[in-house]
């Protein structure tokens, strides 16, 4: 049985891991971290994670990127991997992940959707076929409360299409401002924030007389938990290093 700590507990997404492990054989979570100590649950919460000094295997962060260095602190102290699934980590931060990861096990996913993940390879497949007759837009849609803009996923398609064009590529984020005709080298990001969207991400390859359009839709929560926990399971016993979905997926 894997013993499960999960940071952001009391979340939104903290609450759907907790209803999902609850009904899963292979894991249980047994403390959770949380400023907020409102919501009954049935393992202990703690504001202060070194107040939990019980078993554990793994840890799931679900919370606010202020929280990561506390975080990684606790992790690196008591040798636990952990799973980062929390958007909107400055560049700073990753590296002090990255450098948390020659200490223990590291897995950061910008999206923890399986879906988003194919997604992603498969426009690095179409980038190959369609480099320099086509242009590149990514458009993402997300509920009225997320903060950060454009999305981490984005950001992760984007990035996984510069590196698979032969060229280095120019982040467009607004164009209201900038008079002058597209550049081939662009890709363009566009952010859009209403009502409960879970999450939207069209990538759209605009060509002479045609588009193509790859897309993902999220209708809730569940799919980001759901990788969450394979992730968990995935990370548990493994060496030093940094991991990511890429990892996981080629392991199933």
């Keep these: 049985m894997i013993k499960i700590i999960m940071n952001g507990c009391n979340g939104k997404m903290g609450q759907v891991i907790t209803r999902l492990v609850s009904e899963d054989s292979e894991c249980e979570i047994v403390a959770g971290f949380d ?10 919460v703690y504001k202060n994670p070194a107040e939990y000094t019980g078993e554990a295997d793994v840890v799931i962060d679900f919370s606010h990127p202020s929280c990561l ?8 102290e008591r040798k636990l991997p952990v ?15 990255k450098e948390a990861s020659k200490e223990i096990p590291v897995f950061f996913s910008a999206n923890m959707s399986l879906g988003i993940n194919l997604l992603i390879d498969l426009c690095k497949r179409a980038v190959k076929l369609l480099e320099g007759n086509f242009d590149i837009e990514i458009v993402e849609k997300h509920h009225n409360q997320k903060i950060d803009a454009p999305s981490g996923t984005a950001l992760a398609i984007a990035d996984a299409i510069d590196e698979t064009l032969s060229y280095d590529a120019e982040y467009v984020y607004d164009r209201h401002s900038v008079r002058r005709k597209r550049r081939k080298t662009e890709i363009g990001l566009h ?6 969207i879970v999450g939207e991400h069209d990538v759209i390859f605009a060509g002479t007389d045609e588009v193509i359009e790859l897309r993902h839709s999220a209708a809730s929560k569940e799919v980001f938990a759901v990788g969450a926990i394979k992730a ?3 990370i548990t016993g493994k060496n030093a290093g940094m991991y990511n979905m890429n990892d996981l997926i080629s392991e199933l």
């Design 35 to 44: 400023i907020n100590d409102s919501i009954e649950n049935t393992y202990p």
């Design 83 to 97: 799973i980062l699934a929390t958007t909107g980590f400055s560049e700073e931060q990753k590296a002090e992940f």
């Design 232 to 234: 968990a399971k995935f």
């Design 69 to 76: 260095s506390g975080l990684l602190g606790y992790c690196k």
């Design 191 to 196: 952010a859009v924030r209403g009502g409960t």
